[in-house]
């Protein structure tokens, strides 16, 4: 029994004295958590800035686009006779316009000739800006446009009196007021720089260029 007890001994674990720990509070001072990675150094920020560049119109392009509307214009003043002879001050606008238009009409197939010049000249030639080319189509557009009553009333004969003349005063009026204000709006816009759209002639021409 004596040389058992030393044996039990050596086969107990030892005693240990734990000594209780103080509890880790947290500093009130500093912070538990580490902050996070993109709050530590904050990085600048980036401004971006938006700029925008404004290139005027040749003054070339602006003058062969002007010169253009003035193929219709001339080929439209037929249409306001009866205006004319209604409204004689209505001519009145014109008369600077009358050495140019005495010039233009003195020359043989003056208008035969202006347009396939446009035409060959501006339209098909690639050396112009497409500004230059939509407006000079665009006017032809509406120059061809212009054949059209004339080839209608050959056709159909309204008369000297009666309803028949009243509906062609009626619809030459219109057409020279519609020639009118397309020449003052293109003229305008060329000589301005911006590009005009005539109704029912914008589409036709781009078209055309596309």
């Not at 602006?62 to 004319?84: D, E, H, K, T, V």
């Not at 500004?131 to 509406?142: D, I, K, P």
Request: glycine residues 6%.
């Amino acid at each position: 029994m004596a040389s058992s007890i030393p044996l039990l001994r050596l086969s107990l674990p030892p005693r240990h004295h734990h000594r209780p720990t103080a509890l880790l509070l947290p500093h009130p001072l500093k912070p538990t958590l580490p902050s996070p990675p993109h709050l530590r150094h904050p990085l600048p920020k980036r401004t971006t800035a938006t700029t925008c560049s404004y290139t005027p119109t040749p003054a070339v392009d602006r003058l062969i686009s002007a010169a253009s509307y003035f193929l219709p214009f001339f080929n439209g003043l037929q249409y306001g006779r009866f205006l004319f002879a209604k409204y004689p001050i209505l001519a009145a606008p014109f008369e600077p316009l009358l050495p140019l238009l005495s010039l233009y009409h003195s020359f043989p197939y003056a208008s035969f000739v202006t347009f396939f010049g446009l035409y060959l000249g501006v339209v098909r030639n690639p050396s112009f800006s497409r500004y230059a080319r939509f407006n000079a189509l665009q006017a032809l557009v509406l120059d061809v446009l212009l054949v059209v009553p004339v080839l209608v009333q050959r056709i159909i004969t309204p008369g000297r009196s009666g309803i028949g003349l009243k509906l062609t005063a009626w619809a030459y009026s219109g057409l020279f007021m519609f020639v009118v204000a397309c020449f003052v709006y293109g003229l305008v816009s060329s000589v301005l720089g911006k590009t005009p759209y005539l109704p029912f002639v914008a589409e036709a021409a781009g078209r055309q260029l596309d």
